[in-house]
């Protein structure tokens, strides 16, 4: 549902080598909600499709919406504001602030 | 038939025994089915909801270790798991959830007894209630159950008014369940919830189930498929919250190079991994097939196999399919 994944092939498909459990526990589920909310950190539209689409109503946008924060926050950047600024990720450095991670 | 009555008040206090005893006493909340804390958290109204998933998850688990193991230089150690077997009592299913496990169980015991499911199905006691809730998505009639029927059940409810339910006897393993608590129970009288059961609203009856049944099996080859499988986005949501969908996976998790766990986790037909080959040939390669797939193993397959429907007409997969495709629709238009 998400127009911003675009991935011809999905991580948790790839199984060789299997970087994302396919075993519901924590660890396996982390594993994915981090992968999502890393690649969408400043890119998510804020359309709320995933809110809509979760059977179990998990409001799965919040992450997201933190993600916005924590990127105007730490880089002061906000997703959609000019076409000439680098992405945040497509952007990364190693001098950059390491404040968020915890 | 053994029917009895049993006020609200009464049922409430044989749970609050149940919890007393350590067994774990399961109802039906808005999500999901969860294990009951304070009695005040039961709610047996029998026009609610169906909860987004069934009890499944009890019997089979999502995510379940089915052995460790463990490297040393030229040995491998395999560790056994130790199924916990402990009570379940389920109270208020939907008697489209309380056959769900009467239908698993063919599978689960065909080419391989599985233990795991044995032993957990075994410590169940189904206590179901009929329902008076029917929306677009349900057709229970159309499977052959209804929201009244006892299938599945060891004891069933039906509510005569507010605070008052007819108690009906299924099963040994209820009669045995029951006993105990014989003193709550007053002699019934069958008239009243016969009434109280003829007057329940009935889902129209969507599809005869033979006919899918033979249309299945003469168009495994039709265009509708690909027209369903271009609409579907493969997430298996519907896979998921189904109370007798089954597929399950085996992966081996390592903790480090000399030990790990082997575990069972669910799996569904509508993910393209699921059937690919070693090789790189994947037999249903394309969506349309994998629904294909999807119909024809609920309606044709286990019918062949085990004389059952796969399906329990509940409707949680149209209910929470992201891209709204109702398999009620999809299996009324399996006909010429």
Not at chain 2, 51 to 57: H, I, R, V
Request: with cysteine.
């Amino acid at each position: 549902m998400c127009p911003l994944c675009y991935c011809q092939r999905c991580i948790t498909d790839k199984a060789i080598p299997r970087w994302i459990e396919s075993s519901s526990h924590q660890r396996g589920n982390f594993a994915w909600n981090i992968v999502r909310a890393f690649h969408l950190s400043a890119r998510c539209t804020g359309c709320g499709e995933c809110d809509r689409a979760c059977p179990m109503d998990i409001p799965l946008s919040l992450i997201n919406r933190r993600m916005a924060m924590e990127a105007k926050k730490s880089f002061s950047y906000v997703s959609g504001r000019s076409l000439e600024t680098p992405t945040l990720v497509g952007s990364f450095n190693e001098k950059d602030s390491d404040e968020l991670f915890m | 038939m053994d029917e009895k009555i049993i006020s609200k008040d009464d049922l409430l206090k044989i749970c609050q025994d149940i919890i007393g005893k350590g067994h774990t006493l399961l109802t039906p909340g808005m999500n999901e089915y969860f294990p009951v804390k304070d009695v005040s958290q039961i709610n047996l109204d029998a026009s609610a909801l169906p909860a987004k998933t069934s009890y499944k998850s009890y019997v089979f688990p999502r995510s379940e270790p089915v052995l460790y193991y463990k490297r040393s230089k030229d040995d491998v150690q395999l560790i056994d798991i130790n199924v916990d077997g402990k009570n379940i009592i389920i109270l208020g299913a939907k008697p489209c959830d309380t056959n769900s496990i009467s239908i698993m169980r063919h599978l689960f015991n065909w080419d391989y007894s599985d233990e795991f499911f044995n032993l957990r199905e075994k410590h169940f006691i189904i206590i179901g209630l009929m329902c008076s809730h029917y929306d677009e998505y349900c057709f229970c009639t159309s499977v052959g159950s209804s929201p009244v029927s006892e299938k599945g059940s060891d004891i069933f409810l039906i509510p005569l008014d507010e605070n008052n339910f007819a108690l009906r006897i299924i099963t040994e393993k209820g009669k045995e369940f029951i006993e105990p608590y014989s003193e709550y129970l007053k002699t019934g009288d069958e008239s009243h919830s016969k009434q109280v059961t003829e007057n329940v609203k009935l889902p129209e009856v969507a599809f005869d189930s033979k006919e899918v049944y033979e249309w299945l099996g003469n168009n495994f080859e039709s265009p509708k498929w690909e027209g369903i499988g271009n609409l579907c986005l493969s997430c298996a949501q519907c896979a998921f919250v189904c109370p007798v969908c089954h597929c399950f996976d085996i992966v081996d998790e390592d903790y480090s190079y000399s030990e790990g766990r082997r575990m069972k986790n669910w799996d569904g037909c509508q993910f393209g991994n699921f059937t690919l080959h070693a090789s790189g040939h994947n037999p249903r390669d394309i969506q349309s097939k994998r629904y294909r797939q999807r119909v024809n193993h609920k309606f044709r397959y286990y019918v062949d196999k085990f004389g059952e429907i796969l399906c329990t007409g509940c409707g949680r997969c149209s209910r929470g399919c992201p891209v709204s495709i109702d398999i009620k629709e999809i299996v009324s238009n399996c006909k010429d």
